[in-house]
Structure formats: C-alpha cells, structure tokens
C-alpha cells in the first residue's frame, strides 16, 4: 500500500494509505486486521463496479428529494458489499471484512469520509465480521461500561457528552462494540470524538457554536452541521482500554412532568428492545441474525437492562446521569451486574 497508517479502533487494527482524521496513530506495530485504502485508480472502481450487483438494502429517504440516503448492494455473488450514499461517496468492503475501499466526489475532503468511515461504515463491516454492535454510546463508570441505548435523536451522544462533562470516561459514541470473553461481555473503545447536533451544544455549554464544526468545509451536504467534542482535549478523558460491560440503559420518551428516572424493564420486553437497538442489522444474511440472536440470549443473561426516562432541557442533563450512577449503585450494592468475579 506504499505509505500507510495504523490507527486502533473498536478492536480492530487499521492499516490505510491515508491520515484518517479523529483517530490517533497506533503506538506500537500490529498486524492488520483491515486494510483501507482511499487511493484505488478510477478504472480499477469501473472495473469493480462492472461485476453482478443485486440491491441489498435502502436507507430512509431523505427530504426534500425523496431519495434513499443510501443503497447497498451485494457484489459478485456475495463476495463483496456497496455502500453508496446519496452525496455520492461510496465505500466496498469484502464479506471477510478485511478489506475495505473508499471514494468520494472531488469536494469531499478527509474529514467528510471519516465521518462515514469511523460511523455507519466500519459499523457495518464489524457485523459482517460477526461483531456485536449496539446502537448507542458507552461511557465509564466504576471500572465498568455503561452503554446508554436509544433511537435517532433520542440523546445518546447527549447523555455521553453530559458524562464528559462531569469528569468520566468516554469509550464511544453512537456505536458500542461488544467482544464476548468468558462470562462476561467487553465494550471496545471507539474513536475519541463526540458528534453533537448544535442543540444539545448549546444545551451543554450555552452556545450551538461553543464547539467547532466536524467538517470546516462541507459543500456536499451543509445541513450536516454537526460539532466535535475532543476526548483527548483539556478537562476531558477518553478511554482507551476495553472494560467490562456494567449495564444497559435505553432510552425512552421524553416526560416534562416527572424524571429523571430509570425503571425496570419486563423479562419479555428486555430482548425487543435489544434487538431494536442493535446498530446495522440490515447488514446480516440469515446465519448472522441467528448468531445475534444467541448472543443477546447471553447477554441478558449477564448485563441488566433498564428504561431510562429522560426529562427535556438542559438543566435535567446532570440529573440523569446521576440517575444512571445511583442505579448502577444499587445493581452493584445488590450483586446485580455481570463481571462481578472479574475483580
């Protein structure tokens, strides 16, 4: 690959022939488990994209066009997956999940595919490795992790960014990534970074401009606005060792009468609302789903899950993750969480 990084993230070791911004160079050699590169000649992408391609899957439509905001194919029999978004950057990886390739449009700079790259797209590839992956973020708490779970919009990097900002540990935004070792399950850390809509900065820190823009110069899709939380920045910390999962929080509705509060979640609700939360999913052929379903099987066996009800504005964000702490407690003060041998 001629001049090549090695960056660590969510378990994996990265070779690629280009500075990935947002991720920090690994400190010592290792082999690679996925190779990346960026630079692949235009004929060699005509070339590729002549072989058999059948539809695999289509994201949401995006408004105003009404087009997907992406499509993915299945290539050469299976042999490979195209993940083609609507800006026109486009990414194929193969079904080992070893290698993966890159392009974009002219405009679009590092930082614009990074956003793909150490989001929706590695995500995807650690499925097809056969990784659990959870739709959330996950931040340290006790020696444990705590994944805090929930759909779009419904506060996840918030809640993490919140943590930040009361002196814990971060280990990932938006995707936790589970490695499943004896009786109990790890999270992995992600990259340093939080990807923050301008509301919740502003809810945080009194401004929606108080932290600077993801990409400075983003011509391709300007609605995307989001701003970066530096993990390795003063006054915050980043955690970049695995650690044990201590429980599963997720997120519901909003309630502006009462709350913060976590409940309980009913033994029969516990493995929907886990199979709702898992990140990717649209990615698995038949045999993956199966294996996922036996491993959610084991985990709540060995992680609680609970409801978390948040309450709106930014006042209330202190008081939920001192609602989560005080749960976890009293987990932990009951023997109520996994790994609890581990110590």
């Known amino acids: 690959m001629g001049n090549s990084w090695l960056y660590s993230v969510f378990g994996l070791c990265l070779k690629s022939d280009r500075l990935i911004p947002g991720l920090v160079d690994q400190p010592e050699p290792a082999a690679a488990d996925v190779e990346v590169c960026h630079d692949a000649p235009a004929a060699w992408w005509r070339r590729f994209l002549e072989k058999p391609q059948e539809l695999w899957h289509s994201g949401s439509p995006e408004k105003p066009s009404g087009e997907p905001a992406y499509k993915a194919w299945q290539i050469d029999g299976g042999r490979y997956f195209r993940l083609r978004y609507i800006d026109g950057c486009q990414f194929v990886m193969n079904r080992a ?15 614009y595919l990074a956003t793909y790259l150490l989001g929706p797209v590695l995500g995807r590839l650690l499925r097809l490795r056969g990784t659990p992956c959870l739709h959330g ?41 589970l490695r499943e070792e004896g009786d109990a399950f790890w999270v992995l850390p992600g990259d ?15 401004s929606p401009t108080a932290l600077p823009l993801i990409i400075s110069q983003n011509v391709l899709m300007p609605e995307w606005d989001k701003r970066g939380l530096d993990l390795t920045g003063p006054g915050y910390r980043f955690q970049s060792r695995p650690l044990p999962l201590g429980g599963i929080y997720i997120l519901g509705e909003r309630q502006e009468e ?13 493995l929907l609302l886990l199979l709702a939360n898992t990140y990717g999913s649209s990615f698995l052929d038949k045999n993956l789903r199966a294996r996922e379903f036996e491993v959610l099987g084991r985990l709540l066996e060995r992680a609680p899950v609970r409801r978390l009800i948040p309450r709106g504005g930014s006042a209330y964000l202190p008081r939920l993750c001192e609602a989560i702490l005080r749960d976890f407690s009293n987990l932990r003060s009951r023997g109520e969480y996994p790994g609890k041998n581990l110590r």
């Open 137 to 177: 973020s996950a931040v340290a708490a006790g020696g444990y992790a705590l994944a805090v779970l929930g759909f779009p919009g419904a506060g996840k990097s918030t809640t993490a960014a919140a943590f930040a900002r009361l002196g814990f540990p971060v280990l990932s935004d938006d995707i936790t990534v």
């Open 192 to 206: 340093p970074n939080l990807c923050l809509w301008p509301q919740s900065v502003s809810y945080l820190y009194g």
């Open 258 to 270: 009462a709350g913060p509060r976590v409940e309980e979640v009913p033994g029969k609700e516990r």
């Open 97 to 111: 999940g070893t290698r993966l390739w890159a392009s974009g449009p002219e405009a679009a700079t590092p930082e």
